[in-house]
């Protein structure tokens, strides 16, 4: 599946329409406006996208411009069965499981061929990226890691034989700014270069603090790069790419969009065994207090889903260095390829985790009773001195990461009919991740300690942490490939691709929750190593019925690596751990253009079956809650996609993109242990069914996998007043998905729509251009992602889409 994009000859800098992987300009409609062929490397080498035997989506630089297309969101909404949320991305319904450390994506990332793990969307809009390629479907032969779900690439503009550039300007809604600029062109004869400049700010935020005014969910991202390009020899080529990225800045704090729960919760005794459930204040299963107790004022986002009111500031800290290094080597007959990467990422966060004010808590220990002994209950606070003793609770949060690699590659140009690429690949990372809940009022900590004391737990008083995990992992990934591509007859092509993966990885971690473990020995440490091998392969068969119309077919398997559950109590003093991922799948596809060129039309239909599909949950351990994933042992999806662009009139195209995926667990049972404590099934009770056996999860969904997406997008350009002008509109939706495995009501994501629009005028050789914009027009914020329960506030956290935004931009080529 794909859009044919293509290029518009007087626009040679921002090329042309392509929405959702093609688009459709024909040669015949207007001298102006000629088709040229988009070259791709979906498959590792450069291919004509329209006969490339793989369902991908491209987006060039001119179509991002024409759309507006600046982050994941833009891509995901245009994207058949691509699904983006905040440091999730899925295809087909596979994708990353979880970000804890540990853990592995299911969509590869590449930027120029070097692998991460870390999503790069939203870096500078795009800025120095020549294309982006979505490939849906698992990679399992070419792609270095991780890629059973599909791979995304980032393919970096190039230095240019001769000097130009561009300077952009951008003002709009939210007090928002964008700066940037690139430059390229030769410095000798043998060396030229290219250097990017971007900083991107927005100072009115999406979300406002009613107790002091102050504004969160701000963007401050400021980027630089410069690419070196040497022809050492005829045959001889060497790039060198260096960026650095910085994105500190004020996020929100949390959205919340239920309604608190205020009624206080007393302690409650299972009526069989007698066993304490819980301590006053504290649902039953958790350690933490329900900061909501008491409370007169309910959650202001009940009236604006933009509000609330917390004590401190939200901050991150975001940082990423890389250098790439190619060298290309072109013979006669074959080529030689060798890939670098290097990458250092830094993220830091913080943010108020209790998600209120402390004037605003009634957490009234006056109103709360401790049995000390039978038949005897006294309030809390006569045993402590203390009364309403309100949370102060933060989350810090930290992960970093350094990785390198390796990858020779060795592509065949023979004239006969069998050619192949084959390769050798080496991965190596080192990450480092903690996560805390850190209370920072004394007197609530002495009376977790007054608790403590009764079940002879420790409570760490001192330093104020309710549970704090630190963890590692050592990750070295080896890989030997080839694919081999064998011209049966003059339209009939054969591939065979085979691929040996190992991974090792070596972990540890350390965690202390409150109430668990020995008092003298709070702190349990632990460590793990594993390592997983695999053949994968692929088998296909693409056919020509002429030069208009391909089909293509094939059979491949993919993989993804175990991995580990660090930081989490789950497994005690041992380290859970989960099962590799294997897919067996099956994938034909037809492209064709049609009217003479001005139509071109692309279909995909597939099929997946899954053994150990790994799955992410939210499990509460020990009172914690803490994502973690484990494997469905079996699980299937189907779907079809289709994409289709025309040129209706001279200047007029419409493009548009769906899919429909239907996915299902089909051999899974798992246990929802925060189930007794959210919404509508609260049944206070820790030792309830519903929390404590496991649910048979045949035939729920996938997370995050929408059974239907749809966008149209339409552009019109003419010429006016000597200048010419653009329109272009844009509609997108998005059907119902789920956040959790278990499928339940409150873990839906409702349907969302939205609609763009977009006016431009300029010189009509380009020079300058000025943009005016609005994006999401109805000003819906719809939800993304969803969290299960807090054990902290006991409401889920949301992430938004932004509401309505709108500027004007202008861009001067030179």
Not at 62 to 84: C, F, H, K, W, Y
Not at 102 to 126: A, L
Not at 446 to 472: C, M, N, Q
Not at 518 to 535: A, G, H, L, M
Request: hydrophobic share 35%; charged share 20%.
């Amino acid at each position: 599946m794909e859009i044919y994009m293509t290029l518009l000859k007087r626009k040679p800098i921002a090329g042309a329409l392509a929405v959702a992987g093609f688009s459709a300009l024909s040669s015949g409609v207007s001298a102006q406006m000629v088709l040229e062929e988009v070259v791709v490397v979906a498959n590792r080498v450069e291919s004509n996208l329209m006969e490339t035997a793989t369902a991908v989506t491209a987006f060039d630089a001119g179509m991002r411009d024409q759309l507006g297309i600046e982050n994941g969101q833009d891509i995901s909404a245009r994207t058949p069965s691509l699904t983006v949320a905040p440091s999730r991305v899925g295809i087909r319904g596979v994708g990353r499981t979880t970000v804890g450390v540990g853990s592995d994506p299911g969509v590869g990332m590449y930027w120029d061929g070097v692998y991460s793990t870390e999503t790069i969307f939203g870096y500078s809009n795009f800025l120095d990226i020549e294309r982006l390629e979505v490939l849906r479907g698992p990679q399992g032969t070419l792609y270095g890691r991780n890629s059973i779900g599909g791979a995304i690439n980032f393919i970096s503009m190039q230095p240019t034989d001769e000097w130009e550039g561009k300077v952009v300007g951008e003002v709009g809604s939210h007090e928002s700014y964008l700066a940037q600029g690139m430059v390229s062109g030769p410095i000798t004869d043998k060396l030229s270069m290219l250097a990017a400049l971007s900083k991107i700010e927005r100072k009115e935020g999406f979300q406002e603090n009613i107790s002091n005014g102050d504004e969160y969910d701000l963007a401050d991202r400021e980027y630089a790069s410069i690419a070196f390009k040497h022809l050492t020899t005829d045959r001889w080529t060497n790039s060198l790419k260096v960026f650095t990225r910085d994105a500190s800045t004020t996020p929100e704090s949390p959205y919340v969009l239920d309604a608190y729960s205020t009624d206080y919760i007393q302690e409650v005794f299972d009526v069989d065994t007698g066993e304490q459930l819980n301590f006053p204040g504290i649902f039953p299963g958790q350690n933490f207090v329900n900061p909501n107790q008491g409370m007169e004022e309910n959650n202001p986002a009940l009236r604006d889903e933009k509000y609330v009111s917390v004590d401190r500031k939200p901050f991150v800290e975001n940082e990423r260095d890389g250098v790439t290094f190619i060298s290309d080597y072109d013979a006669d007959n074959f080529s030689l390829k060798y890939t670098f990467g290097w990458s250092d990422f830094n993220y830091k966060s913080d943010r108020d985790a209790d998600g209120i004010r402390a004037e605003d808590s009634r957490l009234d220990w006056n109103q709360l009773n401790l049995t000390v002994a039978p038949g005897l209950a006294l309030p809390v606070s006569l045993l402590t001195g203390y009364g309403v003793t309100p949370n102060d609770t933060t989350r810090p949060f930290s992960l970093s990461s350094e990785t390198i690699s390796h990858e020779l590659q060795l592509t065949s140009d023979f004239d006969g009919d069998i050619n192949f690429i084959g390769g050798l690949y080496y991965y190596n990372s080192e990450e480092d991740q903690t996560l805390a809940f850190i209370e920072h009022n004394r007197e609530l900590m002495e009376t977790y300690a007054l608790f403590g004391s009764f079940i002879g737990a420790p409570v760490d008083v001192e330093g104020g942490d309710l549970f704090r995990g630190v963890g590692s992992v050592d990750t070295t990934s080896y890989a030997v490939y080839g694919q081999m591509n064998w011209d049966l007859t003059a339209s009939t092509i054969l591939t065979f691709g085979l691929r040996y993966s190992y991974d090792e990885k070596d972990g540890d971690d350390s965690w202390f929750a409150q109430w668990v473990g020995d008092p003298e020995n709070p702190t349990t440490y632990r460590s793990i190593e594993d390592d997983w091998d695999k053949f994968t392969w692929r088998v296909g068969v693409d056919h020509f019925l002429s030069d208009d119309h391909f089909l293509y077919a094939f059979a491949a398997t993919g993989y993804r690596s175990g991995g580990f559950n660090l930081l989490s109590p789950s497994g005690g003093d041992q380290v859970g751990s989960v099962d590799p991922e294997n897919l067996l799948s099956f994938e034909v596809g037809y492209k064709g253009s049609f009217w003479d060129q001005r139509l071109n039309l692309t279909t995909a239909a597939y099929y997946y079956d899954y053994t150990d599909l790994q799955v992410q949950k939210d499990e509460v351990v020990d009172g914690v809650a803490i994502a973690i994933y484990e494997n469905a042992d079996e699980a299937n999806a189907w779907g079809l996609e289709a994409e289709l662009a025309a040129l209706l009139a001279e200047g007029l195209t419409f493009s548009m993109a769906m899919s429909y995926n239907d996915t299902e667990y089909e051999d899974f049972s798992s246990l929802d242990s925060t189930g007794c404590a959210i919404g509508p099934l609260a049944q206070g009770n820790s030792l309830a069914p519903l929390c404590t056996e496991e649910q048979d999860l045949s035939g729920n969904n996938f997370t995050l996998s929408p059974e239907l997406g749809f966008s149209a997008n339409l552009i019109y350009e003419w010429d006016m007043m000597s200048l010419a002008w653009r329109a272009a509109a844009s509609y997108m939706y998005t059907d119902e998905q789920y956040t959790s495995p278990f499928n339940n009501s409150y873990d839906t994501l409702d349907s969302w729509d939205r609609w763009d629009a977009r006016l431009s005028a300029g010189s009509t050789d380009l020079t300058w251009e000025v943009t005016a914009y609005v994006k999401n027009i109805t000003d819906d914020r719809q939800v993304i992602l969803k969290s299960e329960i807090s054990t902290t506030q006991q409401v889920a956290e949301y992430d938004l889409t932004e509401p309505r935004t709108y500027g004007i931009r202008l861009t001067y080529n030179f």
